[in-house]
């Protein structure tokens, strides 16, 4: 007689517990082509800045030289970096309704970038900024030597982050608490009139301290993923402050995502894009990185907030399938070359406007350069 055997029942390992069953692949149709638009704009950007800084540089000779040299015309471009005199004159306008008579470029490319951080996320970090550019291509070198970058724990992380808001706030007090008219004195003084000069003579005639603390920035950008920008910018924190009020984020279809993490993996931000439904964190730069790696049909999107679709919309399509994906995000997505279309509109239509209404010039006469400019180094505040 045959003899029966009860089969065992065996407690099931924990690493074979049930997981959540796979759901399948649509795959995108279309190839993301958001990196290389974002780094031919980054780039245009970089030479821009290479072109405002050697047309300064000439500038600056020519009075340095007591006119021997070519003149050049003074690049007012030059004053985007100059973003604490970019704040000073915004709230002289916003108190006044006046616009400054120096660096009020500085003041247009101020609102140029916020206005671009309220439309698009903090786009000016990732697409525009040429430290960002550098900072980017620095991790990306220290990842192809080392195969990795490093990330910080989190009791360390989040402490360096709050620096740059820490000095953001340092700037803000400062420009929040001078009045208009102390504003205006400080501009229309010699240290506020040559500023910019200051600012290359830095760099031109920079002394060991500064080479090693650049130095050691630019070794740490190597190994960290944009070191300043992470934990020091103060520029980049305003942007991203005012990103939060973006109506385009990255936005996230559950029903669509497979669950890979592959976006979480490549975030340079470090976010976890792969466990949220839209990205509100101040540190999302728009670079669409993750937009870009994401295989699956309408999973990841920079985008308007999704459509709501009604329940007889709903009901007419497949649910949970790519149809319904595809309806959310139907004209809600920001295509990369939205972005660039957006980015130019605002920026050569503040600057545009500017230049029409003569606030774009730093009005100061050939004289009181000539006499200002060849001795820069000794006028401080
Ligand atoms: S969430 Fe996406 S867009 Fe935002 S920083 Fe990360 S990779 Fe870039
Ligand atoms: S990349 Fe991210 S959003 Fe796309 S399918 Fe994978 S986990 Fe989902």
């Known amino acids: 007689m045959p003899t029966t055997t009860a089969s065992p029942v065996a407690a099931t390992p924990p690493d074979k517990l049930p997981s959540k069953p796979k759901k399948p692949l649509v795959r995108r149709l279309l190839q993301d082509r958001s990196q290389q638009v ?6 245009a950007f970089l030479a821009l800045n290479a072109w405002l800084a050697i047309e300064f ?3 600056v000779r020519y009075f340095e030289s007591n006119g021997q040299t070519r003149y050049f015309e003074r690049p007012a471009g030059v004053e985007g970096w100059l973003p604490i005199a970019g704040l000073m004159n915004l709230k002289y306008f916003l108190v006044t309704h006046h616009v400054a008579a120096v660096h009020p470029a500085a003041m247009v490319l101020v609102a140029v970038f916020l206005l671009s951080s309220l439309l698009l996320k903090k786009t000016f970090c990732s ?4 430290v ?3 900072s980017e291509y620095l991790w990306k070198l220290g990842h192809k030597l080392f195969g990795r970058n490093l990330t910080l724990p989190r009791w360390l992380d989040i402490p360096l982050r709050s620096l740059k808001y820490l000095l953001l706030g340092f700037f803000l007090y400062i420009v929040i608490s001078m009045s208009a008219d102390g504003l205006n004195d400080f501009l229309l003084a010699p240290f506020g009139i040559i500023a910019d000069v200051k600012m290359l003579n ?3 005639h920079i002394g060991t301290i500064g080479i090693a603390v650049l130095a050691t920035f630019v070794v740490l950008s190597v190994f960290i993923k944009n070191f300043w920008c992470r934990f020091l910018c103060p520029y980049g924190a305003l942007m991203g402050i005012v990103s939060t009020f973006s109506p385009v984020k990255i936005r996230r279809d559950a029903d669509a995502c497979i669950d890979c993490g592959k976006c979480n993996k490549a975030c340079p931000s470090n976010l976890p894009v792969d466990q949220l439904v839209q990205v509100r964190s101040l540190e999302c730069t728009g ?4 937009v870009a790696v994401c295989p699956a049909e309408n999973a990841l999107q920079f985008a308007l907030p999704p459509h709501r679709l009604s329940a007889g919309e709903v009901s007419g399509l497949e649910v949970s399938g790519p ?4 309806a959310r995000w139907s004209h809600r997505t920001v295509q990369p070359r939205m972005v660039v279309v957006v980015l130019a509109i605002v920026f050569f239509g503040l600057i545009g406007l500017a230049r029409a209404t003569g606030h774009w010039q730093t ?3 050939r004289d009181i350069y000539m006499q200002l400019v060849p001795h820069a180094d000794d006028y401080n505040h």
């Open 38 to 43: 974002r780094h031919a704009v980054q780039l």
């Open 57 to 59: 540089l000439l500038w």
């Open 127 to 130: 697409w525009l900024c040429p």
């Open 132 to 134: 960002g550019t550098v």
């Open 202 to 204: 830095f760099f031109r």
């Open 287 to 290: 670079c669409m990185t993750c």
């Open 323 to 326: 149809a319904l994906s595809a």
């Open 363 to 365: 009005h100061i006469s």
